[in-house]
């Protein structure tokens, strides 16, 4: 499925939607084929490009999301961002 540029069927299941935000921010879909990539470590994301993930995360799918509550080790890999939102979403 080719997602581009925020445009997600409305069809996805949240997994694919926060992996199709994480890809576009990193500019890689290596992240939707690797879940357990760390980003940071394979300087896919850095401080700023973190801070657009998570506002395109709230904006996306009505999240609110501190840049303040960011643990760098919670954020480090697609798969914990999913497990992450698929957390706040059912809290």
Known sequence: MLIRHGIVPS???LSERVLAIVAEV???DEVRTNPNINLYETH????????????LLSD???LEISPAELDRDQWSTPE????????????
């Open 11 to 13: 069809d996805t299941s």
């Open 26 to 28: 990193a500019e890689a």
């Open 80 to 91: 914990k961002i999913v497990q992450y939102c698929e957390a706040r979403m059912t809290s």
């Open 44 to 55: 896919l994301v850095d401080s700023i490009k973190m801070v657009e993930l998570i506002m």
């Open 60 to 62: 996306r799918l009505g």
